[in-house]
T-cell receptor, first 115, second 110 residues
Framework: DSGVTQTPKHLITATGQRVTLRCSPR?????VYWYQQSLDQGLQFLIQ???????AKGNILERFSAQQFPDLHSELNLSSLELGDSALYFC??????????????FGSGTRLTVV | DAKTTQPNSMESNEEEPVHLPCNHS???????IHWYRQLPSQGPEYVIH???SNVNNRMASLAIAEDRKSSTLILHRATLRDAAVYYC???????????FGTGTRLTVIP
């Protein structure tokens, strides 16, 4: 157990639907990151939050959004789902952002299948 | 971001040492060198990181070249559980995220 909790572990949904993925960071970590991993794209950074505020955006589609709540858990919302959104979604946390002398802790991911 | 070059794949016999190389010739002076690994069906896992000096921890050792243009992750005795994709990532202070390349897929042969 890495200390980063992601739910659900698996999700199967139909095209056009909307889903919410949840992440609880490791205790004490203030920064949360979301990554997408599909077979042909590798690990792609989506978005980062620090202490409730968005800090950086990567290759995140407009159909996707995220937020970090006062208790520091984060949710990634995926809407108007397409077949190509099927992927593993990982959440990671770190003590602070923009400090390269700390490692990231990753969760075990949510496997999303869009049918 | 500094670019990295890693072998696509490597093999090692169980209980033998493994040296995983990484070239990062465009690294800047303030970039730390991070290594992560991803076991099958799991999230990436932090292995080790360093700036200039060689580093050791319970998982591995990191040897950094004097000019910092390359580094080597050393697993002292490979086990079957070490079979994973290993990512070498130059990480700049002030950057907002880790950039994962394609990594090296390590196969451990019993």
């Amino acid at each position: 157990d890495s200390g980063v909790t992601q739910t659900p572990k698996h999700l199967i949904t139909a095209t056009g639907q909307r889903v919410t993925l949840r992440c609880s960071p490791r205790s004490g970590d203030l920064s949360v990151y979301w990554y997408q991993q599909s077979l042909d794209q590798g690990l792609q950074f989506l978005i980062q939050y620090y202490n409730g505020e968005e800090r950086a955006k990567g290759n995140i589609l407009e159909r996707f959004s995220a937020q970090q709540f006062p208790d520091l858990h984060s949710e990634l919302n995926l809407s108007s789902l397409e077949l190509g959104d099927s992927a593993l979604y990982f959440c990671a946390s770190s003590l602070t952002p923009r400090t390269a002398n700390y490692g990231y802790t990753f969760g075990s991911g949510t496997r999303l299948t869009v049918v | 971001d500094a670019k990295t070059t890693q072998p696509n794949s490597m093999e090692s016999n169980e209980e033998e040492p493994v040296h995983l190389p990484c070239n990062h010739s465009t690294i800047s002076g303030t970039d730390y060198i991070h290594w992560y690994r991803q076991l099958p069906s799991q999230g990436p896992e932090y292995v080790i990181h360093g700036l200039t000096s060689n580093v050791n921890n319970r998982m591995a050792s990191l040897a950094i070249a004097e000019d910092r243009k390359s580094s080597t992750l050393i697993l002292h005795r490979a086990t079957l559980r070490d079979a994973a994709v290993y990512y070498c990532i130059p990480f700049q202070t002030g950057a907002n995220n880790l950039f994962f390349g394609t990594g090296t897929r390590l196969t451990v042969i019993p």
